[in-house]
Every structure is written in structure tokens, then in C-alpha cells.
């Protein structure tokens, strides 16, 4: 919850993600990827870079639309 406490910068979950992909293969689940979109939306980020672009899908959804196809883009 961002009112109770205060929400990680981009740039700290940036070198949370390096640290972990350091020590061991790690699978992020939707929460931690909705968790970090919520974190770059507060600092008005509108792309993520790397590490954190396994994350763009929730911060900016309509770029992942095929309006062709009419379904989610892989």
C-alpha cells in the first residue's frame, strides 16, 4: 500500500532486480511486475529500462495491444 509505506524509485528496484538475477534464476510474478509499473507510474517514468522492462506490460498496457489481431502482443 503507498500510503502506509514509501514506494521503491526506479532506480532501486533497478539494482533489486540485478542483485537477485546475480545470486540465483529468478521467475518475478505478476505482483512484483504490477509492483514495479506502480513504482515507475509514482515517478512518472513512461519506459522502463533494463532490467525492468519484463515490467512494461503493466506500465504502459496499450502498447501491447495488436489492434490488427485484436490480442495481447508476446
Known amino acids: 500500500n503507498f500510503e502506509l509505506r514509501q514506494p521503491l524509485d526506479v532506480a532501486e528496484c533497478a539494482i533489486t532486480m540485478d542483485c537477485l538475477r546475480l545470486c540465483r534464476i529468478v521467475t518475478f510474478t505478476e505482483d512484483v511486475k504490477k509492483y514495479i509499473a506502480a513504482c515507475a507510474a509514482t515517478d512518472e517514468f513512461l519506459y522502463l529500462p533494463e532490467p525492468l522492462t519484463f515490467a512494461m506490460q503493466y506500465l504502459c ?3 501491447y495491444m495488436c489492434n490488427e489481431h485484436g490480442g495481447q502482443c508476446a
Do not use: G, R
Open 61 to 63: 498496457p496499450p502498447m
